[in-house]
């Protein structure tokens, strides 16, 4: 075990545990904010550089600090490591550089596009972006296009994560979309647009934390803060039937897995709890589905804006 | 009790004199009173022909605005929806086709767009949240009606039209939304 310190707080880890992955060891706000790297899909981290972190003791035996800021989903730790996140100021000014430049590109069209309300761009740029904008030239723009009848590709709104590549080369082995250019011209692409079909490509849509990759069954139906997520299960053969349905009264508007607060598909029975495209995409009849109750969702994302109950129950804690 | 304001009058009840037991004087003192009033600044306006100014920042009845080229600005984005206090605001949204974009600013638009003017506030939070200059509050009042359904202001009432364009300059939330 490696003890390693995060923002003044200890925590002894496996040798070879990345930086990002000790903090959420710790959790709450020393946690670096993460785009690329997704735990579950391996070979995913080091593309954004969003995880930035200062290290100022690089471990007991060589106490110097790291010349640069250090990418944490890739950094591993080492004993005696002390890091600083929230309270470095240097994180602070790269990581509003690292927003500016992930907004360079991005059209920032939140009011039109569905995933604002769960975009991890949103947060960051909250968080950590500048008021206003400093460029001034063209952005680079793409048509919309369809990937398979079910997912719609914005490429304008891509990040270039690399995460949807990741989630296919892992779900399928074949895998027929891959990012095409380089630099400034690389995108999302499959050849002459052939459709991807695969039982699990749904999944593109949860791993992705801008709005690039939709639900084409869902699209403009509504917005995430109008409706109410509940945890509901199916049979199904394929996946494990364990999902969220996003319902607007009665009616399930989509379904997506089940998500941490990382924005990462949890566990379900042991394994990665992806769903399969059925589950996703064709059962929309409440019938279908045996709800279990509503998901919890944190009391400062505007999903819960409309739940009345969890303010009444602080007061009583508070009492 | 010691007075705090040192105004108030002691009561007496000491008989009348004569000249009051007449009550002649009091009421004509009254009357004329009255007659001097008729001589004063009125503070009153004749309503339908003269109005009076509405402040700048009156938040009156909605309007739901097209841009300089006609097309309408809202995005069904549904933020004054949840900015609303009074939940008076609904809206379902829909994609734009193509050949509809002199109509709609954006790719998605509001379908249906409705406000209950019967449960909405006035607070202008709606305006505030807009972040495409698309709802604005206006000097205009909302006028009564019969029944409770035609409270509930479609498109049809809130989209300004083209020859007849409301105007917001003078709103403090106007030029929130920079050109491209």
């Known amino acids: 075990m490696v003890k390693v310190t995060i923002d ?23 946690v670096p904010p993460a785009m690329c790297f997704y735990s579950k899909l391996p070979g995913t981290g080091g593309k954004c550089r969003t995880c930035l972190v200062e290290v100022s003791q690089g471990s007991e035996k060589d106490p110097r600090p790291m010349p640069k800021l250090v990418a944490s989903c890739s950094t591993p730790v080492m004993d005696g490591m002390v890091v600083k996140n929230t309270t470095s100021e240097k994180v602070k000014v790269g990581r509003g550089a690292v927003v500016e430049f992930l907004l360079i590109n991005h059209p920032l069209d939140c009011p039109v596009c569905d995933q604002a309300g769960e975009c991890h761009l949103q947060d960051l740029g909250f968080e950590n972006g500048g008021e206003g904008t400093r460029y001034e030239e063209e952005k680079r723009t793409f048509d919309p296009v369809d990937i398979g009848n079910k997912i719609k590709l914005h490429m304008n709104r891509c990040i270039l994560c690399y995460r949807c590549v990741a989630v296919a080369n892992q779900l399928t082995d074949k895998r027929v979309h891959g990012v095409l250019g380089r630099g400034e011209h690389a995108e999302i692409s499959t050849y002459i647009e052939k459709a991807i079909d695969n039982d699990f490509s749904g999944n593109m849509i949860d791993v992705c934390p801008v709005g690039a990759l939709t639900d084409k069954t869902f699209r403009f139906k509504s917005r995430v803060w109008f409706l109410k997520p509940m945890e509901a299960s199916c049979e199904c053969t394929k996946c494990s039937g364990k ?10 508007m989509r379904v997506t897995a089940r998500k941490d607060q990382y924005g990462e598909v949890e566990d379900q029975d042991g394994k990665t709890g992806w769903i399969c495209n059925d589950c996703r995409f064709e059962k929309k009849d409440i019938s279908k589905w045996n709800i279990i109750g509503p998901r919890k969702i944190n009391r400062h994302s505007v999903i819960s804006q409309g739940n009345y109950t969890s303010p009444r129950q602080t007061i009583k804690k508070l009492n | 009790m010691q007075s705090l304001s040192n105004r108030s009058k002691v009561v007496s009840d000491k008989p009348m004199t004569f000249m009051e037991k007449l009550y002649l004087p009091a009421i004509l003192g009254g009357m004329w009173i009255t007659f001097t009033h008729l001589f004063r600044k009125h503070n009153t306006l004749k309503y339908p022909e003269q109005t009076k100014a509405f402040a700048p920042v009156y938040r009156g009845m909605h309007v739901l605005k097209r841009d300089e080229q006609g097309r309408e600005n809202c995005t069904a984005c549904g933020l004054c929806a949840v900015a609303c206090p009074a939940e008076a605001i609904t809206m379902v949204a829909n994609e734009r086709e193509k050949g509809e974009e002199h109509l709609y600013r954006e790719e998605k638009y509001a379908e249906i767009y409705e406000i209950n003017m019967l449960r909405c506030i006035f607070c202008g939070l709606c305006e505030e949240a807009c972040p495409k200059e698309a709802i604005f509050l206006t000097d205009r009042l909302v006028p009564t009606e019969y029944e409770r359904a035609d409270f509930i202001y479609g498109k049809d009432k809130l989209v300004e039209s083209m020859d007849y364009r409301i105007d917001i300059t003078d709103r403090q939330s106007t030029g929130k939304r920079t050109e491209k």
């Open chain 1, 243 to 252: 999902t969220v349905v996003w319902m607007f009264g009665n009616e399930i």
């Open chain 1, 8 to 30: 003044d707080k200890t925590i002894e880890v496996e040798p070879g545990t990345t930086i990002l992955s000790a903090a959420r060891q710790i959790g709450g706000e020393v």
